[in-house]
């Protein structure tokens, strides 16, 4: 057991540095332009193309969206859930 809390507590881990990096990648796009060299990429245009392929997905996008929405916005549970194993 002690195995699949280090494995949880890795993964949530990595998820809120992911978080992290991805706000400040499109504040770093907001305030210097379209395109940052050293981020390697269009952060907000990457963000906006898989909202648009959700979108064009119609039924099955509009689910998939709900449902992440729905983990980002429940995951302190799992942040807590972790800490009683």
């Known amino acids: 057991m002690d195995i699949m809390r280090n ?23 907001v305030l210097f332009g379209s395109a940052i060299p050293f981020i ?19 039924l099955a996008g509009l689910i998939a969206l709900a ?6 916005r429940h995951q302190n549970r799992f942040d807590d859930g972790l800490d009683d194993i």
Request: charged content about 0%; hydrophobic content about 60%.
């Open 7 to 29: 494995a949880g507590a890795w993964v949530i881990g990595l998820t809120h540095i992911s978080i992290m990096l991805l706000t400040l990648g499109i504040v770093w796009q």
């Open 67 to 72: 449902i992440v929405f729905w983990l980002f």
């Open 40 to 58: 390697g990429g269009d952060v907000v245009g990457n963000i906006l193309g898989v909202i648009n392929q959700l979108g064009s997905a119609g």
